[in-house]
């Protein structure tokens, strides 16, 4: 069966602190891996990576993903109390399918 | 323009309805799905719909039912609705998969539906 899952489940930080996110995942047929980020409603959409060792950057947030090892990290430095949300990790495999993780609830306070 | 739009935003119902959600996307995405997000917020893949076809049906019970009447459109109709139904529904869109194009998936707002 096809799992993904995220560390730590939750995470409370200061502000100005750096963070890593944790992503490993068992899928059969791996196609890409996607990050979101989920505040009070929708998810929105961070990151997809396809390609071992190329880091992704947007601002303050950074990703990488290693197909040999099965995992994912997501980086946010210098956080700020908007960064505060639940950060999902999701795999879509060849299948069409796409693997939800839990989620790791991220908490910045001022 | 909201990219993606979902109706309704909230939908309190008794145990045995029948009820609808609908979604919408301007878009021009090739696929849709829907999502199930449960109280503890672990998100799962229900359906998803390309030109028409259903082409993802996870193990769900069969009063779920997804009805696209055009590529724009994926609507869920729920039969005989029961407590653990109650969750929030979030209808997504994306380009085609297997067209090989950005998997991006824009999400709308969520339906959070209440059994009662």
């Known amino acids: 069966e096809d799992k993904v899952v995220q560390s730590p489940l939750s995470l409370v930080v200061h502000e100005g602190d750096t963070v890593t996110l944790n992503c490993s995942y068992e899928v059969t047929n791996f196609r890409s891996l996607l990050w979101y980020k989920q505040e009070k409603k929708a998810p929105t959409f961070l990151f997809m990576l396809?390609?071992?060792?190329i880091e992704k950057k947007s601002g303050r947030l950074s990703s990488i993903l290693d197909k040999k090892e099965l995992f994912s990290i997501l980086n946010i430095t210098a956080t700020q109390t908007g960064d505060s949300a639940v950060y999902l990790c999701?795999?879509?495999?060849?299948?069409?399918?796409?693997?939800f993780g839990p989620g790791t609830r991220l908490s910045v306070l001022p | 323009d909201t990219a993606v739009s979902q109706t309704p935003k909230y939908l309190v119902t008794q145990m045995g309805n029948d009820k609808s959600i609908k979604c919408e996307q301007n878009?021009?995405?090739?696929?849709m799905y829907w999502y199930k997000q449960d109280s503890k917020k672990f998100l799962k893949i229900m359906f998803s719909?390309?030109?028409?076809?259903?082409?993802i049906n996870e193990t769900v019970p069969n009063r779920f039912s997804p009805k696209s009447p055009d590529k724009a459109h994926l609507n869920l109709h729920i039969n005989s609705l029961e407590l653990g139904d109650s969750a929030v529904y979030f209808c997504a869109s994306s380009q085609d998969p297997l067209a090989g194009r950005q998997e991006t998936q824009y999400f709308g707002p969520g339906t959070r539906l209440l059994v009662l």
């Open positions: 396809t390609s071992s060792g």
């Open positions: 999701a795999v879509v495999t060849y299948g069409q399918n796409f693997v």
């Open positions: 719909y390309n030109n028409k076809e259903l082409i």
């Open positions: 878009l021009g995405h090739d696929t």
